[in-house]
């Protein structure tokens, strides 16, 4: 019968980052709802993103203890130390990113019982940027591609600079018609939910090149 190839701590690191992963594509699905729930009107949106926030959760608290655990058990060294320690970093700007897209749902559909100020062109292209970011992360960690990890992490100055724009706009629209503040304001704050979950996925890509190249960016 054939036999794993992979010393304990081997299988320990591969089976860490699958949950990682898995994590990742849990966020990118709650961004998925979070976007129809803002950008569509989707009534499912917040409720399903509430339930995959509980899911990253668990899989949060069930990593840190095994990653610890790892650590004290299997005493790893090198690369792979820095690989756990990055990792536990990760967990928490992960889990913080899925509670942004959880903020960004529950607004969404809040603001849907009311008229639309505006067509929401500029939202929709963080969402698609967020998108490219979140498959780039995954393919970092997956393949522990520090490339990979640069590119995502440089698509946080597009998040900024969308995030910079719809603020200018939005303040526009306060001024003409005081009618609007109320609209406005709680699209400046799902604005600001975005820009924190793109800087929160740049954190995750700063501990992958770290992880790679003992690097701080």
Known sequence: ???SSLTPLESDLQTITGDLVRMLSLVRESCEWARRS???ADPDGAQRCAELDDLVDAIQSDLEVRILTVIARRQPAARDL???GAALQMLADIERAGDYAEHVAEAGHQLAKQPPIKKYLDMQR???????MLDTTTKAVAEADAEAARRAHALDSEIDDLYDQIQRELLTYMLADTGTIGR???LSAIARYLERLGDHLENVNEHIIYWLEAVRL
């Open 1 to 3: 019968m054939a036999t």
């Open 38 to 40: 803002l950008i569509d």
């Open 82 to 84: 820095r690989f756990l």
């Open 126 to 132: 963080i969402f698609e940027v967020l998108f490219v």
């Open 184 to 186: 406005a304001t709680e």
